[in-house]
C-alpha cells in the first residue's frame, strides 16, 4: 500500500473522529481548528513514508494525495452524518427560524426554502462543504508535506 494511501485512511479516522466530537454543542469551536491542523500532519506523515532522501516536491505530492484522500473519506461521512440530522429536523420549524430576509431573497430567486431543510439541505449543504474542504485539505496537505520533506531529507 503507498505510503499516501496510508496517511490518507489514518487521516481520514482522525478527521472522522474529530467530526463526531464536533457534533457535541459547543466543541466546534475547538474541532474546527484541529482540522484544520491535521491537515499539513497528514501531509507531513505522507512525506515521512517517502523514503530517503526526500525533497520538497515529494513530500508536497504525497502530502496532497494523502490529504485530499481523507478529505473525501471524512467528508462522504460527514456528508451522511449531516444528511441523517437534517432529516431528523422539523422543516417547518427550521423554516420558521430563518430570517424574513432569507426567506424573502429565496422567494426572489425562486427557490423553495424546503430546499435548503431536511435531507436535501443535508445534501447540498455536506456537498458543498466536502467540495472546499478537500481545496484546503490539498493545499494544507501539500504544506505540511514540502516542509517535512525539506527540513527531513534523509
Do not use: N
Not at 6 to 11: F, P, Q, R, S, Y
Not at 59 to 67: H, K, V
Amino acid at each position: 500500500m503507498p505510503g499516501w494511501l496510508k496517511a490518507g485512511l489514518i487521516g481520514a479516522v482522525g478527521l472522522i473522529l474529530l467530526t463526531l466530537i464536533g457534533l457535541v454543542p459547543g466543541l466546534v469551536c475547538i474541532t474546527l481548528p484541529l482540522t484544520l491542523l491535521f491537515y499539513p500532519a497528514i501531509g507531513a506523515l505522507a512525506a515521512a513514508y517517502v523514503p530517503p532522501v526526500r525533497s520538497a516536491g515529494q513530500g508536497a505530492g504525497q502530502g496532497t494525495l494523502a490529504a485530499v484522500t481523507a478529505a473525501l473519506l471524512s467528508g462522504s461521512v460527514t456528508m451522511a452524518i449531516y444528511m441523517v440530522h437534517s432529516a431528523l429536523i422539523d422543516t417547518s420549524q427550521a423554516i420558521s427560524e430563518l430570517p424574513p430576509e432569507t426567506l424573502e431573497a429565496l422567494h426572489i430567486l425562486g427557490i423553495p426554502p424546503e430546499l435548503l431543510v431536511g435531507i436535501s439541505g443535508g445534501a447540498i449543504g455536506g456537498f458543498m462543504c466536502c467540495s472546499l474542504g478537500v481545496l484546503i485539505a490539498a493545499a494544507l496537505g501539500a504544506i505540511g508535506g514540502a516542509l517535512y520533506g525539506a527540513v527531513k531529507p534523509e
